[in-house]
């Protein structure tokens, strides 16, 4: 049995493992083709959630994002002076602010979305392409799942709360 006791199962078997080396190996690709973005992968993470539009505040958006509301602070700052998103009034509550992409930032999501995919596509080159649309699926299934399990940063549930402390 080559060292191991029954029951155990090699490095390359273990989620832990091999989700640490896929995400290196996602963080390195990346950064490399996000370039001077403000934030890295994380700035980016944030600017493809503005452009989508589905976070109603800046607290919202930082829980959506698992992202400490201090820490959003200074990356929507690092955003803003970049030119890519705005603060504006949230007309449904003039004390809060919503975080809009500028059409600047729409622009440059759009061609760092086609070179992330890229980036994606060559570190999942070991899957064709039916494979790598279930990946995605499935990674996207247990991502969501695993979101329910942790409330307090469901953005369905930080968008109702704030919505009613709103009203």
């Known amino acids: 049995m080559s060292g191991q006791r029954s029951g155990e199962t090699s490095g390359e078997d273990n989620l832990g493992w091999t989700l640490g080396v896929l995400l290196r190996a996602y963080q390195s690709s990346v950064v490399t083709v996000i370039g001077d973005l403000p ?16 976070h109603p505040t800046q607290l919202a ?3 959506h994002l ?15 002076q970049a030119g890519l998103v705005e603060r504006r009034l949230n007309p449904a509550d003039r004390r809060q602010r919503r975080i809009v992409a500028t059409s600047e930032g729409v622009r440059a999501f759009e061609k760092l979305e086609r070179r992330v995919r890229e980036a994606e596509d060559g570190l999942l080159g070991a899957l ?11 990674l996207r299934r247990v991502a969501c799942d695993v979101r329910d399990i942790e409330p307090a940063t469901d953005p369905c549930e930080v968008a109702e709360q704030v919505l009613a402390d709103g009203a």
């Open 61 to 63: 958006l930082a829980a």
């Open 66 to 80: 698992g992202i400490d509301r201090t820490v959003m602070t200074y990356l929507v700052d690092d955003l803003v």
């Open 39 to 54: 934030h890295g992968p994380r700035g980016y993470q944030t600017l493809a959630a503005v452009v989508a539009g589905d």
């Open 128 to 138: 064709d392409a039916a494979e790598r649309e279930t990946f995605r699926t499935l």
